[in-house]
């Protein structure tokens, strides 16, 4: 499955799920993942053999969250990232990476 697929798939779950109704509620949704994120690495830190699986879950949530919202704009996902990661190489060649 490529990113613009899974980005589907995505939507179509969040959909079922009566989440993301618009984008800006699907922005903070994710912003909240990246605060659980943030919170399981923490304990993740501290006891690395039981939280693996949750920290890897919350990571997972944030890239599900985005493709979702993906999809949901209509965003060819895979060539955003593509050319994005361009532009960032091309940063640190530079020394510009801020």
Same mark, same amino acid.
Not at 23 to 32: D, G, S, V
Not at 52 to 66: G, M, P, R, S
């Given at each position: ?16 799920? !009566?989440?993301? =109704?618009?984008?800006?509620? *699907?922005?903070?949704? +994710? *912003? +909240? =993942?990246?605060?659980? *994120? ?26 599900? +969250? ?25 940063? *640190?060649?530079? !020394?510009? +990476?801020?």
């Amino acid at each position: 499955m490529n990113l613009n697929e899974a980005s589907q798939k995505a939507l179509e779950i969040a959909e079922k799920r !009566g989440i993301h =109704e618009n984008t800006m509620e *699907a922005l903070k949704h +994710c *912003a +909240c =993942e990246v605060v659980e *994120a943030v919170e399981s690495y923490t304990r993740f830190v501290y006891s690395p053999k039981e939280e693996t699986d949750n920290f890897c879950d919350e990571l997972a949530d944030i890239v599900i +969250c985005v493709l979702s919202i993906s999809a949901k704009e209509n965003i060819d996902i895979e060539n955003a990232i593509a050319r994005k990661m361009l532009i960032n190489e091309g940063r *640190a060649k530079n !020394g510009l +990476c801020k």
